[in-house]
């Protein structure tokens, strides 16, 4: 068999890089993040694995394309008081961790990893802490408790039950326990 020698171009490419970060999310929730593999991702795809590696620059660059994928779309609501924002951004972005939690335990796994909207919804949260009038030193305490409490609490639900009305069950606790500790903010 007479191949050409080289990479294809990307628009030859038998796998479109959108399709990789679909299949990439949807492996990845399904196996976990023990048994997702550059490898096992590009069988499924049926390509070879250094068509991911030539895509997205080895398996960080996946995990921070499928990273921003996840959150892109997790942001605070434009209007309420900097309380309720931050409620419905961390609602936000509890649905997310729910959804994909091998996602966030990839990244966890991986420090170099900090994806660009981590980035953005850590900045978020920090901005509407200040408007909320806290010192600069308790929006850093204010900033590791929540996000900590939303990775702990989005992650023992996923790793203890993947069924939907557990989840919302969940979901709901995760509320009143999130407007609980939001009340004492000013404290």
């Not at 990479?7 to 949807?26: G, I, K, N």
């Not at 919804?121 to 308790?138: F, N, P, Q, V, Y």
């Not at 203890?160 to 995760?174: I, P």
Request: charged fraction near 20%.
């Amino acid at each position: 068999m007479n191949r050409p020698r080289g990479r294809p171009p990307r628009a030859a490419a038998p796998v479109s890089r959108d399709e990789m970060l679909t299949v990439a999310l949807d492996l990845l929730d399904r196996t976990g993040a023990d048994a997702f593999t550059m490898r096992a991702l590009a069988e499924r795809l049926h390509i070879n694995p250094m068509t991911i590696h030539y895509h997205f620059g080895g398996r960080d660059g996946l995990i921070g394309a499928m990273s921003e994928r996840a959150y892109a779309r997790v942001s605070a609501p434009n209007r309420g008081t900097p309380t309720e924002r931050i409620f419905g951004l961390l609602q936000a972005y509890y649905a997310q961790v729910l959804a994909h939690p091998g996602l966030t335990m990839l990244i966890f796994s991986r420090p170099a990893v900090f994806p660009e909207q981590a980035r953005r919804i850590t900045a978020e949260i920090s901005a509407l802490l200040e408007e909320a009038g806290l010192s600069a030193h308790k929006v850093r305490l204010w900033l590791e408790i929540l996000v900590d409490f939303t990775h702990g609490a989005a992650l023992a639900t996923a790793m203890g039950s993947r069924a939907s009305t557990d989840n919302r069950a969940a979901a709901s606790g995760y509320d009143a326990s999130l407007k609980e500790l939001l009340s004492r903010l000013g404290e």
